[in-house]
């Protein structure tokens, strides 16, 4: 139900013999129902760039793009998709920081090999590597594939399936984001990408197995995000692929085919599109 918005203005005057006299303004603006515009979110991945090239915090062709952001009323926050830093030093996460605090809004961090050559370090600076939040009725998971050699295994798999537990009722969009493209698969012909890296992964993971299951009979839309694409000499910086109710994306920079990040827009319908955002590496 809409009310009349009741507004007061109060003023004090001393100029009749010294007392206050209050002056009471009144007005009645109609108001009008609340309308939910939606929001939306950025993806990146790969953040640091070039491999081999130690740049002061992000990606210089990145962080061209914090206007396009900045700019953009309806993103509330972004999710950092791994290899923030290409040495887990402490003088590089305080550079990351410092570009950090030029976007208007908080950022994620799912961690990447790099970002895990200092566990420690960044556990100490930022908490655990996975975690999960809602934000305005979607649920947010991410997960950190470094600990167990892209396996989500022992208590991460516990949480997730915690965070999953009786949820899809309550949600409408599942959104998960990890580092490694973990639906990879060398032997399925339209998964013949070429990743950035393969390091420290198990020979079978069980991401078919026990992870893929646990959405797959969700009834809600999935949105899984990778980012270890698009640094590599022949890797591709933008995947996309739709499964019945699963969503894959993954993007990177720091090589020159196609390095893009992803701006996700959630309308007021829950209706989910992407805007890829090319950036120019040369």
Request: glycine share 6%; with cysteine.
């Amino acid at each position: 139900m809409c009310l009349l918005k009741y507004t007061a203005t109060m003023k004090y005057s001393k100029y009749w013999y010294g007392l206050f006299v209050l002056l009471i303004v009144i007005g009645f603006t109609q108001c009008k129902e609340p309308i939910d515009s939606g929001y939306s979110f950025f993806v990146a991945g790969h953040t640091y760039g070039k491999p081999s090239v130690n740049n002061k915090g992000f990606h210089p062709p990145f962080k061209a793009k914090f206007d396009v952001i900045n700019n953009d009323a309806n993103i509330d926050f972004g999710v950092l998709t791994g290899d923030v830093v290409i040495y887990g030093t402490p003088q590089c996460w305080d550079d990351v920081d410092a570009d950090i605090a030029l976007l208007n809004m908080p950022v994620y961090f799912a961690v990447g090999n790099h970002d895990m050559k200092n566990r420690s370090l960044f556990e100490s600076r930022y908490g655990d590597t996975y975690q999960s939040f809602i934000h305005k009725d979607d649920l947010f998971i991410i997960l950190d594939p470094n600990l167990d050699h892209w396996n989500i295994s022992g208590k991460q798999l516990e949480f997730l399936k915690a965070s999953l537990e009786n949820i899809h009722e309550k949600v409408a969009n599942i959104y998960v984001f990890f580092h490694q493209v973990l639906w990879w698969k060398q032997d399925i012909e339209n998964e013949a990408f070429i990743l950035n890296s393969l390091q420290d992964r198990a020979d079978t993971i069980n991401f078919y197995d026990e992870v893929e299951p646990l959405f797959r009979d969700l009834s809600n839309p999935v949105f899984m995000f990778a980012g270890d694409v698009g640094a590599a000499m022949k890797s591709n910086g933008y995947y996309y692929r739709k499964d019945t109710n699963i969503t894959y994306v993954a993007s990177g920079m720091g090589g020159r085919i196609n390095p893009t990040f992803v701006i996700v827009d959630v309308d007021a319908n829950k209706e989910v599109s992407l805007r890829v955002i090319p950036l120019d590496d040369k």
